[in-house]
């Protein structure tokens, strides 16, 4: 949220226009949205939540609440185009994807399984770089094993938790290996 502000202040423009300027239309991301409920975006899909066994629409909230913290709206195509940006360091430096893909020291030592806005963790034998999201109504997952160039996103539509199993169980059965 503060880095969205901190933006603004820097650049003299609105977070929604930083982004489309600098990321959305450098990087060919034509399926990515600062979302707003005034704008039409081509496909959009409604939220649900899982009520009891039964859907229902999941209640409107304002994208100004999120603001920087989300607010983003794309699809896999979109998604994977921003992983091969980042990745042939088209965002940032080698360097600092490399700090971002780092887990953090602890000020007692211990090291996390978080770096700059990753979780990394080592399973079933891989090094797995990941982060989700969710708000009223969605979830999405991201998941990149480096060691196997292997992308993974999910995206639901729904209060489903199911998006990291999901994105897990599909790195499954492309690395051959039996299903938790």
Do not use: C
């Amino acid at each position: 949220y503060l880095l969205g502000y901190i933006i603004e202040i820097i650049t003299g423009k609105t977070y929604r226009e930083y982004l489309q300027q600098n990321i959305f239309t450098p990087l060919g991301l034509t399926n990515t949205y600062y979302d707003d409920p005034n704008l039409i975006i081509p496909n959009r899909v409604s939220g649900y939540i899982n009520d009891n066994g039964k859907y229902r629409n999941a209640g409107y909230l304002s994208m100004s609440l999120v603001y920087a913290a989300g607010a983003l709206a794309s699809n896999v195509e979109d998604l994977f185009k921003w992983h091969q940006a980042l990745y042939s360091y088209k965002l940032v430096k080698k360097e600092t994807l490399e700090k971002a893909f780092t887990p953090y020291k602890l000020s007692d030592g211990q090291i996390s399984e978080y770096g700059y806005g990753w979780f990394i963790k080592n399973f079933k034998g891989n090094k797995n770089i990941a982060h989700g999201g969710g708000i009223d109504g969605f979830r999405a997952m991201e998941l990149y094993i480096p060691a196997h160039d292997i992308y993974i996103t999910t995206l639901i539509n729904s209060e489903n938790d199911a998006s990291t199993n999901l994105a897990i169980e599909i790195s499954d059965l492309i690395l051959g290996k039996p299903a938790v």
